[in-house]
């Protein structure tokens, strides 16, 4: 029984560190896109993660957003993006 409840401790408190870095506000996104397939983007970061952002009309985008293209993005926490802007 102890193990269980130190299981769940030990869950609870690796889950309140995973959310706290996505807790208020927008996020900051750079890499390239890798993938554009309907209002799915796919941006890969620096690190080689990938991140998986949804568009819609009231993304405001700037330049041709299309695979291959390095780009800085602003996502909300779930991952709308609000922001894409393709690097020069």
Do not use: C, N, P, Y
């Amino acid at each position: 029984m102890k193990k269980l409840i130190m299981f769940f401790v030990a869950a609870m408190v690796a889950f309140s560190f995973a959310t706290a870095g996505f807790a208020g506000g927008d996020h900051k996104i750079s890499g390239e896109i890798t993938k554009v397939e309907g209002d799915m983007v796919t941006i890969k970061d620096e690190k080689g993660k990938e991140h998986m952002v949804h568009t819609d009309k009231s993304t405001k985008m700037s330049g041709e957003v299309k695979q291959g293209a390095k780009v800085e993005a602003q996502t909300t926490e779930k991952g709308h993006a609000t922001m894409i802007s393709v690097k020069k």
